[in-house]
């Protein structure tokens, strides 16, 4: 039996497996950190614009179709990436076991397109590891009580790295992707964002929730509950890159570390709803029980009635609207407002300052950008605005708050 020095979890996203040359690549450089001593169990995501393409064939014939049928055929991608990567290994000779979420048990509750882990079958791994093999494991599916295929949401191999990570407990779990770090804003929107090397988790898990897709957000709570440290890093560059740690490990508190976005936000607004809480308990059970997210919601009243306003993802708002005209469509009326945004800033530091929402919202106050809807907590603050707004608002709040790289 072999022992091993420095097990690590190596999650490859999408862009980093995207073409045969990139898998190459990975290949290649896995093989260097087995040189190098490391023992590697490696994750990996669906080739990039696979997982798009597949929910587009389903919406062909069923845009608003959710359940097993639907996550068994996003599933399909990853099965795709592991085993062309197990190949590349094998021909730079390497022995490696690509594995599906079946073979590898990892388990989760059934709530199909949004399932979470329960448990990952450690010993499977540690298993394969001592035969001298690198276990390749498809990220972002996992198997129901009943052995049905689940997926765990949009982004969620970085969810299975750490949740392997946490269940064999790896000396470090490394998501490999397209930026070379987390930085204060998405560089695609915010030319002048900068590199963060190190942010703490509980600011990670804002940013995420908040729409910073670099990392899923589960990844980063489940990273906080078992103290796994994630290094965020570059596929295509060798150097290092952002370190996601406990707190007491985190450098410093700026008042905001990031200017955060959600592109693809929806508003619904309905008129006139009773008053009290019987209907907003009864509309929001019915939304949950359809797997609506909900973000942001506000009431307001005047003379002619009670309104509700509620932000959500436009991937949910024809669900939304589906349960919405169905329960309600003869007594209300539903207003579909799309193409709208989410702006936020996030940091640990606000907590100690006053006046950061001020200065939010006279950024936006000051470049014409009306709002919708807002929320607040004291790590956060953020705003529905429409999407034509967003570049602007975005860099003007990057700049606000000093945090343009010089
Ligand atoms: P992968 O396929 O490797 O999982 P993702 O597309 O999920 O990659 O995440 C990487 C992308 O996240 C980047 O290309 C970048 O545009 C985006 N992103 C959003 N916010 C940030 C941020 N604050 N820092 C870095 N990247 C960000
Ligand atoms: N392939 C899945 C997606 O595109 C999971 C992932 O990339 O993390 O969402
Ligand atoms: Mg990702």
């Given at each position: 039996m072999k022992t091993q020095s420095s097990i690590v979890v190596k999650k490859f996203g999408g862009t980093s497996v995207g073409s045969i040359a990139r898998i190459e690549n990975v290949a290649s450089r896995i093989k260097e950190d087995v040189e190098n001593g490391q023992s590697p169990v490696v994750v990996s995501s669906a080739m990039s614009g696979e997982t798009n393409r597949l929910i587009g064939l389903a919406g062909e014939i069923d845009s608003k179709y959710r359940g097993e049928a639907y996550d068994m055929l996003l599933a399909s991608g990853e099965q795709v990436s592991i085993s062309l990567l197990a190949i590349a290994l094998e021909k730079r000779g390497l022995k490696a076991e690509p594995l599906l979420a079946y073979q590898l048990g990892i388990k989760t509750d059934s709530?199909?397109?949004k399932a979470r882990i329960?448990?990952?079958?450690?010993e499977k791994i540690k298993q394969i590891i001592s035969e001298g093999k690198i276990p390749i494991v498809a990220g972002f599916q996992g198997i129901n009580q009943t052995s049905k295929i689940t997926t765990l949401g949009r982004g969620g191999s970085d969810t299975t790295a750490v949740a392997i990570a946490a269940a064999i407990k790896a000396d470090s779990c490394e998501i490999y992707t397209d930026v070379p770090a987390v930085f204060s804003a998405d560089p695609r929107l915010v030319k002048k964002a900068r590199e963060i090397p190190t942010l703490r988790y509980d600011e990670m898990m804002e940013m995420a929730s908040l729409g910073?897709?670099?990392?899923h957000f589960r990844c980063v709570e489940l990273a906080a509950k078992y103290k796994i440290k994630i290094h965020l890093r570059s596929t295509f560059e060798k150097r290092e890159g952002t370190f996601i740690v406990p707190e007491e490990e985190a450098m410093e508190n700026p008042v905001v570390s990031a200017v955060t976005h959600e592109a693809l936000t929806a508003v619904i607004k309905l008129f006139p709803v009773p008053k009290g809480s019987g209907f907003l308990a009864d509309l929001f059970g019915k939304l949950s029980e359809a797997s609506v997210v909900v973000d942001i919601i506000t009431q307001s009243h005047n003379e002619e009635g009670q309104r509700l306003a509620f932000s959500l993802p436009m991937s949910d708002l024809e669900l939304a609207r589906d349960v919405i005209s169905k329960a309600y469509g003869d007594k209300v009326s539903i207003t579909v407002m799309e193409d709208k945004a989410k702006i936020s800033i996030v940091g640990v530091?606000?907590?100690?300052?006053?006046?950061v929402a001020y200065r939010f919202f006279n950024v936006l106050s000051k470049n014409n950008i009306d709002i919708d809807l807002v929320t607040t907590s004291d790590i956060k603050v953020s705003a529905i605005i429409d999407k034509e707004s967003l570049s602007d608002a975005a860099n003007q709040l990057h700049t606000e708050f000093g945090l343009d790289a010089t």
């Open positions: 709530i199909f397109s329960l448990s990952v079958d450690h910073s897709k670099v990392l530091g606000m907590r100690n300052y006053s006046g």
